[in-house]
């Protein structure tokens, strides 16, 4: 029985907020080769580096081996199982992170009223900057959203020359809308994939969101919409301009061109971490306490914890 290649340190691994935004693959099979990803089709062979990899999108037609799906673990990248085009949402792999802090100030936060409040008013911050919005409520907040987006949508319409009536999302019958919301589909999913990767990365609740709630992905949710009006709406937009007999294609190429060029993922790990409060160094991509621990601890029935690994036991002790 041979045990295969050893895995990759953890101190060899890129930072998340180093990584390559995403891979999307469908009808081919991968497999694994040393430290890289293969993808095979009836182009030929791809190796894939799994270490600098963020997220892997495996759409329809593919088959993966045990081999990769180890190494993509091994590696901290986040596998990303999606149906057909890539507008379903179905599975994904384990977190970078071997520890648990972030997540556990995340549920923090979100279990607390005033806290949650506190982060989702961050949130609407971000997206309006230079705007109060401690005052407002958040139906109020909700609705300023709502005319931002849709005043997107129309300057893009503008400056594209693509009509635009209203956001008409059909994951059923995928090809029953026009260019532009096929795009938009296509380009939130490439989104909500990179956005995946940098939460499940850190070690986050992709379901605990502070903005979205009661979705396995609301927190994805919550930080996508940070990002949308800038990225996924004009890139859309740009594509429906052009005709073009595969749409989900370009929009997924052009996406990659575009959170490269806004360095989008370190964007989102640093945002990540400012929205639950943690303040990494100048220059660093991601948390330094705990990132690349592998303890196990015990709650101690405090604010304490203890050992794990150890048995506490008293000797002659008859419970």
């Not at 940070?226 to 052009?242: C, G, M, N, R, T």
């Not at 061109?257 to 993922?265: A, G, S």
């Amino acid at each position: 029985m041979t045990r295969g290649p050893a895995p990759p340190p953890i101190s060899s691994l890129a930072r998340a907020a180093d990584r390559l935004s995403f891979v999307y693959l469908e009808h081919a099979v991968i497999h694994r080769d040393a430290n890289a990803i293969t993808s095979t089709d009836q182009r030929g062979i791809v190796h894939i580096p799994a270490a600098s990899l963020g997220t892997l999108i495996l759409g329809p037609g593919t088959t993966i081996s045990h081999g990769a799906v180890m190494l993509l673990a091994e590696s901290g990248a986040t596998a990303v199982w999606a149906g057909e085009r890539a507008v379903r949402y179905y599975a994904h792999g384990r977190p970078l992170s071997r520890s648990s802090s972030l997540l556990e100030e995340q549920a923090r936060l979100v279990s607390n009223r005033n806290l949650r409040l506190a982060v989702a008013r961050e949130m609407y911050a971000m997206r309006f900057p230079g705007e109060e919005v401690s005052a407002p409520s958040m139906q109020q907040l909700r609705g300023r959203e709502g005319a931002r987006v849709r005043r997107s949508y129309r300057e893009h319409s503008e400056r594209t020359g693509v009509p635009w009536g209203r956001r008409d999302y059909r994951p059923d019958d995928f090809a029953a809308s026009d260019a532009v919301n096929q795009a938009l589909s296509a380009a939130n999913t490439a989104l909500y994939g990179l956005v995946h990767a940098a939460i499940v990365a850190l070690g986050c609740s992709p379901g605990l969101g502070f903005v979205h709630t009661g979705h396995d992905r609301s927190f994805v949710y919550d930080v996508a919409d940070l990002y949308k009006a800038e990225v996924s709406i004009p890139v859309a937009f740009d594509v429906a301009k052009e005709p073009l007999a595969d749409v989900p294609t370009m929009t997924r190429r052009l996406m990659r061109d575009r959170m490269t060029e806004l360095h989008l993922i370190e964007r989102c790990v640093r945002d990540i971490q400012h929205l639950l409060g943690s303040r990494p160094e100048e220059g660093e991509g991601e948390l330094d306490d705990g990132v690349e621990a592998d303890v196990v601890a015990l709650w101690d029935g405090a604010d304490e914890v203890v050992a794990a690994g150890t048995n506490y036991g008293e000797e002659d002790v008859d419970w």
